[in-house]
Nanobody, 114 residues
C-alpha cells in the first residue's frame, strides 16, 4: 500500500518560515520524481516545486528564491523549506510522486496571515 504523508503545515505570519515534509512508504522512493503542488480556495492546483531522481530542481516563478525543495532518499522523505512567506502562499500543499505510478498525499494546510 502506497502512502504519502505530509506534515509541517500551520499558521504563520507574513515573512515567516515553515518546512513541509512528505514521508513516502510502499514505493521505491529513489526512482520517483517528487513534487509539491498547492491549491488555494477557488483556484486550480498548481505545481510549486519539483525534484528529479538525480536531485535537479525546478520552481514556479512566484516562489523562486524563497522556497527550496530537497529529498532524503535514505529517509524516503521530500521536504519543502518555505521562507519569506506571503499571504498569497496560503493554500493546501500536496506531495506528489511520479514514476512507475503516480501518487498523492492528503495535503497539509498552510495559512499565512497576521
Amino acid at each position: 500500500q502506497v502512502q504519502l504523508v505530509e506534515s509541517g503545515g500551520g499558521l504563520v505570519q507574513p515573512g515567516g518560515s515553515l518546512r513541509l515534509s512528505c514521508a513516502a512508504s510502499g514505493i521505491t522512493f529513489s526512482i520517483y520524481a517528487m513534487h509539491w503542488y498547492r491549491q488555494a480556495p477557488g483556484k486550480q492546483r498548481e505545481l510549486v516545486a519539483a525534484i528529479t531522481r538525480s536531485g535537479n530542481t525546478n520552481y514556479v516563478d512566484s516562489v523562486k528564491g524563497r522556497f527550496t525543495i530537497s529529498r532524503d532518499n535514505a529517509k524516503n522523505t521530500v521536504y519543502l523549506q518555505m521562507n519569506s512567506l506571503k499571504p498569497g502562499d496560503t493554500a493546501v500543499y500536496y506531495c506528489n510522486a511520479k514514476g512507475p505510478g503516480t501518487y498523492w498525499g492528503q495535503g497539509t494546510q498552510v495559512t499565512v496571515s497576521s
